[in-house]
């Protein structure tokens, strides 16, 4: 059971980190324009 909890945070902290990511580089981008 506590794997599970586990698994479900690292992918939660997975996809929140991608989508930091990839709102920080579509700022970058909007910005350079």
């Known amino acids: 059971m506590g ?6 945070a690292v992918i939660c902290f997975t996809l929140t980190l991608i989508g930091l990511s990839l709102g920080f ?8 324009e």
């Open 25 to 32: 580089v579509l700022l970058k981008i909007q910005g350079d």
């Open 3 to 8: 794997k599970e909890i586990f698994n479900t």
